[in-house]
């Protein structure tokens, strides 16, 4: 190979005169170039899908997403909250949970990004995001119990304040980080029988994916027992995408599929599309929530 370019550029080696060149189409200019766009605040860009799936009559998840900017010049600051609710015990109970949670969760935290972004100083300023997000769990909680008795739900919750990701997660809907050179990490952890069983070597990921208590949680919103959520704060991945979305797309998609719909998609919204009709295409048996964010800087 090292002969081969020598013998085509060696400078004095004299250029036909019968050479011809033809421009480059626009996908030839684009795979050799790179457009660098700066946004100017950052921003979140997000889009959401949902679907009862083929097999329910019902839909019981709840989705809620939050997205605003405050761009003053000197801190420019994208902050947003995005939820996915996972409802159980029937169409009355679960769905009553979800709801119950999510709008507890989302209103408790947009009134708290309110108080820190836009109002006067207090005492919220002092209190932690970690903190924060354990007492909007517990208002979540308290909702789903008097909203909705027997009930049960699912809560993964997530604040973005700039660059940062808190994450407040009871149950197994799960949290995505999505990166464009193919790679995706789950970011939460699956409160259910069959993980804590794969976590002990007992059962293998073919064995727990077609496991008949797959679903059966150990911690969710609603039930009597105390428990305490998983909380954690992350660098949001960018480039790369942030998905949230409940057992209804995880369960059915497969995990390369789920990477290359949302890395070849030509926007966040037709990639939460193509997601949500894959999961239908193949079998639609639970409902399906999907939120996909991406940072904009």
Known sequence: ?????????????????????????????????????????????????????????????????????????????????????????????????????????????????????????????????????????KEAQRNVIRNAPGGGTTLTAVLVIGEQVTVAHVGDSRLYFIYPDGRAKVMTEDHSLVQRLKDLGQLSDHEASVHPQRNVLYRALGQSD???????????????????????????????????????SESPIMACYDLVSLANSNGGPDNISVILVKYMC
């Open 1 to 137: 190979m090292l002969n081969f370019l020598k013998k085509w550029f060696n400078p004095q080696k004299p250029v036909a005169d019968n050479v011809q060149t033809a421009p480059l189409s626009p996908e030839q200019l684009s795979a050799v170039s790179e457009r660098t766009i700066n946004f100017t605040p950052p921003q979140l860009l997000y889009a959401v899908n949902q679907s009862s799936g083929l097999q329910r009559e019902h839909n019981e998840d709840t989705l809620f997403a939050f997205s605003s900017i405050l761009g003053d010049g000197r801190a420019d600051i994208p902050f947003g909250v995005f939820i996915v609710a996972d409802g159980m015990g029937g169409h009355q109970h679960g769905e009553a949970a979800s709801g119950a949670a999510a709008k507890a969760m989302g209103s408790y935290l947009v009134n708290k990004l309110s108080s820190r972004f836009l109002g006067s100083h207090s005492e919220d300023q002092f209190e932690s995001l970690q903190e924060i997000m354990e007492n909007g769990v």
């Open 226 to 264: 105390p428990f305490k959520p998983d909380i954690k704060s992350l660098p949001f991945p960018h480039p790369g995408y942030m998905l949230l979305c409940s057992d209804g797309l995880w369960g059915v998609v497969p995990e390369n599929d789920i990477v290359r719909i949302v890395n070849s």
